[in-house]
T-cell receptor
Framework: QKEVEQDPGPLSVPEGAIVSLNCTYS??????FMWYRQYSRKGPELLMY????GNKEDGRFTAQVDKSSKYISLFIRDSQPSDSATYLC???????????FGKGTKLSVKP | DTEVTQTPKHLVMGMTNKKSLKCEQH?????MYWYKQKAKKPPELMFV???????INESVPSRFSPECPNSSLLNLHLHALQPEDSALYLC????????????????FGPGTRLLVL
């Protein structure tokens, strides 16, 4: 079993839809969880950074962590064509902050 | 400001060349990282510098040589690379090197796209 599982998609939605992106993990030692957005041929951009179980909201984005189920989600409300990108979940391992990434989900928002 | 800069943006080199990638951050972050990313794959960690000291080398071949001249700069020296080393090379930094702190979020630069012929 891989440490972090993420459905690679692709995921295609119409503009204005609510998007749900998910990752599961197997290592209960993971403490901090991140979501990155990566446009084609660019570096990953940090979107959300969460620690405790529960929800964290930032504009149209909501990150959700359920440590008991080892499951994290990113919701995008009122999706826009500019949200079309690959979304990577990541979580830290060990004392050096090494990030373990999911494979990334490619999202396409159609006008 | 959460900006990490990288130069050059693109690099083409032959297998006998020596080149260097540069990364800079002015956020006062104490940890800096090099990642390699192949197409349609997530980033893979190569090196971690914590307080300007190399703390992690993920079994990277010696043809890649990292250097941290000061707390704001990170270099990656390249020599005798192979075509399979062609990839996007990403630099990242975090305020706190520790993985158990809310300050451990990593911020990435735009990357250097490397092509080895």
């Amino acid at each position: 079993q891989k440490e972090v599982e993420q459905d690679p998609g692709p995921l295609s939605v119409p503009e204005g839809a609510i998007v749900s992106l998910n990752c599961t993990y197997s290592n209960s030692a993971f403490q901090y969880f991140m979501w990155y957005r990566q446009y084609s041929r660019k570096g990953p951009e940090l979107l959300m950074y969460t620690y405790s179980s529960g929800n964290k909201e930032d504009g149209r984005f909501t990150a959700q962590v359920d440590k008991s189920s080892k499951y994290i989600s990113l919701f995008i409300r009122d999706s826009q064509p500019s949200d079309s990108a690959t979304y990577l979940c990541a979580m830290n391992r060990g004392s050096q902050g090494n990030l373990i990434f999911g494979k990334g989900t490619k999202l396409s928002v159609k006008p | 400001d959460t900006e990490v800069t990288q130069t050059p943006k693109h690099l083409v080199m032959g297998m006998t060349n020596k080149k260097s990638l540069k990364c800079e951050q002015h956020m006062g972050h104490r940890a800096m990282y090099w990642y390699k990313q192949k197409a349609k794959k997530p980033p893979e960690l190569m090196f971690v510098y914590s307080y300007e000291k190399l703390s992690i080398n993920e079994s990277v071949p010696s043809r890649f040589s990292p250097e941290c001249p000061n707390s704001s700069l990170l270099n990656l020296h390249l020599h005798a690379l192979q075509p399979e080393d062609s990839a996007l090379y990403l630099c990242a930094s975090s305020q706190d090197p520790g993985g158990t702190s809310a300050l451990a979020a990593q911020y990435f630069g735009p990357g250097t796209r490397l092509l080895v012929l």
